[in-house]
Nanobody
């Protein structure tokens, strides 16, 4: 089992920044990648960023490229999502999730989510 706990959400004005953290515990050696998803009201869940746990390769959805940065601190078993130049459309509940194999298309473990609200 892997446990994931998000932190760092909150209310920020448009153009501002927030940094989310995802702390992993348990069988962290089994993690292949960590994803950040978001779900906005009335919209489908969307994967916004991903990072390979060991090698650090990253991937972003087009809407956040150049604004969001995903990174990891393996010593702390923590993945971060630095969000800059935030827009009202970034408002959502953000979840981190862990995939345990390269072939996995959906994560196995999920955090509880953290609310991000961007005011205009």
């Amino acid at each position: 089992q892997v446990q994931l706990v998000e932190s760092g959400g909150g209310l920020v004005q448009a153009g501002g920044s927030l940094r989310l953290a995802c702390a992993a515990s348990g069988r962290t050696f089994s993690i292949y990648a960590i994803d950040w998803f978001r779900r906005a009201p009335g919209k489908e869940r969307e994967r916004v960023a991903a990072i390979n746990w060991s090698a650090g390769y990253t991937h972003y959805v087009d809407s956040v490229k150049g604004r969001f940065t995903i990174s990891r601190d393996n010593a702390k078993n923590t993945v971060y999502l630095q969000m800059n130049s935030l827009k009202p459309e970034d408002t959502a509940v953000y979840y981190c999730a862990a995939r345990i194999s390269m072939s996995a298309t959906t994560p196995t473990y999920w955090g509880q989510g953290t609310q991000v609200t961007v005011s205009s």
